[in-house]
């Protein structure tokens, strides 16, 4: 008698190119805050829901890539440290930075958002990717908050 086998599904991740984005060519090197927040209001503009977005870099900081990874509501998106990581790492990405907007208008961090930010710190930490900064940005003013900068977190 022969043993009892079952079939398991095999997988292939691929990341897939939406199209293009086309970002003002100060923005394509991130190296500084004032950059990574150009990029990010660029990218969330004057959206009245909050826009969750990875900002994928070479080992120079230069943009090599974005995906939004959620779309919520006037109150906040769900998301967690595994997502934005997976996404990262399918991406070839050597650093990323994430960033989101708050649709109210005051850029200041929720508890939810140190909350995220600590855990995507651990889980890239365990990994070897360089997570380089957690911006938010106000809507419809040129405000902006690097949770890093806040000394919140030891990088």
Known sequence: MKPPTY??????????????????AETADLSSFEQAKAALQFLTKDSPVELFVIL????????????????GGQHGCALMARD??????????SGFIVGHNHPSG???????????????????????LPFLDHI?????????????ELGCFNR
Do not use: H, M, W
């Open 7 to 24: 079939k398991i599904p095999t997988y292939t991740c691929r990341f897939v190119r939406d199209g293009y984005v086309k970002l003002p």
């Open 56 to 71: 994928f870099l070479d080992g120079r900081n230069r943009l090599i890539g974005s995906e939004t990874a959620a779309k």
């Open 84 to 93: 934005i990581l997976r996404s990262a790492l399918v991406s070839g990405a």
């Open 106 to 128: 005051d850029p200041k961090p929720s508890a939810e958002d140190i909350v995220l930010t600590e855990s995507l710190l651990q889980a890239a930490r365990s990994i070897g």
């Open 136 to 148: 938010i940005v106000a809507r419809g003013t040129d405000r902006a908050v690097s949770l890093f």
